[in-house]
């Protein structure tokens, strides 16, 4: 199957219109490395968005403070915690008799974030020209982008595992558990290196004045 | 050659040199003096700002030839501007004129034909027709006397089924308000402050503190038996730590609550009716150090057009806010300089100056506001008497005193929006992140905008749907004819 530009934009359009068949598709059907590019490039529409939204919104809904901005991090917020998700889920599914590849998991996931992007992406612009009544609107929009791109995680990874309705929530829900988990263990990894790192840099120090 | 480079970079280290001295000039002149006034950006950033009041002078009980007060606790100020002072160590009221001269001192009233004395009293009010109010906290009782010092009446221990049979009457703080009812803030009581009638009797307690529940004290409490939880500290709510009253009798408090709003503004029923629209609740400092803690209030002034100030005793700063909750100034601090304190227990606003008592050097530190202190405060005064124009005009002279006043913008946003200078005024409440003010100016420029571009816009509009509506036509005729040529 080629690559062109049109299928490009018009797959995961259509995946995300017909999930069901889209990530059918997606498992069984498609160039793999094609859509594993389609994916990191949806993940990287998804961090310039959200870096866009938060210099860019309108007043009304902007409360980031300007002076605090840090695109890095912005990206960062995006990043991390998809790769939260996708490992967590991997490691969970494995064990939970899941058929689903760590590359199928992750490409599923960022399939489901294409939502996100169409609605946000246009909403940073029509913030600029809302009133405080119609935030409402912009509120609304954000939220049913979410809901949709949960919509799609939950279809995705039932097609992905081939699980049942039931266990897909089961294992989303304990998805969520794990990534608290992991997010727990590698806060405990750094806060320990750096204990560490600032042991040896004492020692050091104590070393080279005494010296 | 070479010697042209050395040239230029001699004039470049020499420049570089002087940019160095011009920058450190400017920061020992930012350091020195007065300047250590900040106020809180709508980030909760301090940020500098002019110093709004300057200390001026110490009066002493040295100076007023009285002999030095002895822990003076509670100070008060009339509408006609005599200030009193309660010295508690020498158990008398001091009475200064507007000049801060003495005029009187009264250490004792007539008591039934015998001469009764104050012990360790520990609150004063002074009403506007001058009529005084002692907590006479050692003798358990509340003294009135009028304005030439004889007396009116005394509330003795009061007796009531709201009160628990072994309670000692310690009264620490008193007001009166305009009907004669005396608000007391008694010793050991939780349940607000205690109300008396015009006749001394007491009705009620209003205005009671919420508790705070810790909820692993709480998670504790509900696995204790009855017994260990008996031994247990109780929930009980803050004690206020002083109070004051505004012109229509509204009863604003200070207590010591960490966790809540040490800030509050009582109603005839006690309830807090305080505004709070400001950036942050009225508090004190928001940002602290773990060691020293958040603000301790432990006294609250009301002046005018609902402005009012509380003193912090924990670092000795004295925070102002308008009737919206927005901190308008800080001054003061604690220290040996002129300005500063040791112990501040007290706090009272003349005029255009504001008196702080310091309980340990027994010395009243007198304020005058500056040019900035005036114009801040005049605006305020203009925009709560409904002159929007007069109070747009301040806030433009304050904002150019210090462009750090966010809340000024918001003043001069609200004048141009009233001009109908929508665009200006958008501009203006951004500034002042007021998003109220924003939207209001924001919906009435793009109605402009619409209105006056409006031909503009529908006619791209229809061009637009025009073209969508051939292009779709075109596509379908030749896909139809592509489709006809494979038949």
Known sequence: MQASSRQLIQYPLH?????????????YERNQRTTLMIAWIILAAL??????????????????????????????YVIVPVLFWCTANWSLTTLMDGEGKFSEIFMSTCFALVPLILVQFPWIWLSLIISNQETAFYYFFNMAATAWTVYLLF??????????????????????????????????????????????????????LRG | MLNSVWKKSGWLTLGLACLLCLGNAASTAFADGQTNAYNYSYWGDAVRSPAAYEATGIVTGKELDIGPFKEPNDMHVTADQRVYVLDSGNSRIVELNQEMKLTRVIDSFDHDGTKDKFKLPQGLYVSDSGQLLIADTGNQRVVHLDKQGQLIKIVEQPQS??????????????????????YVMAEGVFDGFMEFNSDGTFASFIGANRVQVDPVVYL?????????????????????????????????????????LPIKKLNAQGLDILR??????????????????????????????????????????????????????????????LGQFNTPVSLERVGDRMLVLDKALGEITVFQTTEYGRTLHEAVRSYFNGDEEGSAANFAKAADMNANLEYAYAGIGKALL??????????????????????????????????????WIMSGLLLVIV???????VRRQRRGSTHASIK
């Open chain 2, 161 to 182: 089924e709201l009160l628990k049979p072994d309670f000692q009457f310690k009264p620490l703080r008193v007001v009166m308000d305009k009907g004669e009812r005396i």
């Open chain 1, 155 to 208: 279809v995705g990874n039932m097609t992905v595992h081939q699980y049942s309705p039931a266990k897909t929530v089961l294992t989303m829900l304990l998805t969520l558990v794990a990534m608290a988990f992991m997010a727990f263990l590698c806060l405990l990894f750094f806060s320990l290196v750096q204990q560490i790192v600032s042991f040896a840099a004492t020692i050091y120090q104590e070393l080279v």
């Open chain 2, 467 to 473: 073209m969508v509506v051939i292009a779709f036509i």
């Open chain 1, 15 to 27: 995946l995300i219109f017909h999930p069901f068949d889209g990530y059918w598709e997606l498992k």
């Open chain 2, 276 to 337: 709070r629209e400001g950036y942050y609740p009225p508090q004190g400092d928001l940002l602290y150090s773990n060691e020293k803690g958040p603000s301790r209030l432990i006294d609250v002034d009301v002046g005018d057009s609902d402005m009012y100030s509380v003193l912090d005793a924990n670092m000795g700063r004295i925070f102002t806010y308008n009737g919206d909750g927005y901190l308008l100034h800080m001054f003061g601090g604690i220290g040996n300089r």
């Open chain 2, 418 to 455: 009233r001009q109908k200078d929508y665009a200006e005024s958008t501009q203006y409440f951004k500034r002042s992140m007021e998003r109220e003010g924003y939207s209001k100016a924001f919906l009435l420029y793009r109605k402009e905008l619409l209105r006056e571009h409006f031909s």
């Open chain 2, 220 to 260: 504790w409490k509900r696995f204790a038996t009855r017994q260990q939880r008996s031994q247990m500290v109780m929930f009980t709510p803050t004690e206020f730590t002083n109070m004051d009253m505004d012109g229509e009798g509204f009863i604003y408090a200070t207590s010591g609550d960490k966790t809540g």
């Open chain 1, 47 to 76: 961090m310039v968005t959200t870096i866009l939204q938060a210099q860019y919104s309108g007043f009304l809904v902007n409360f980031n403070n300007p002076k605090r901005l840090n695109s890095l991090m912005e990206m960062v």
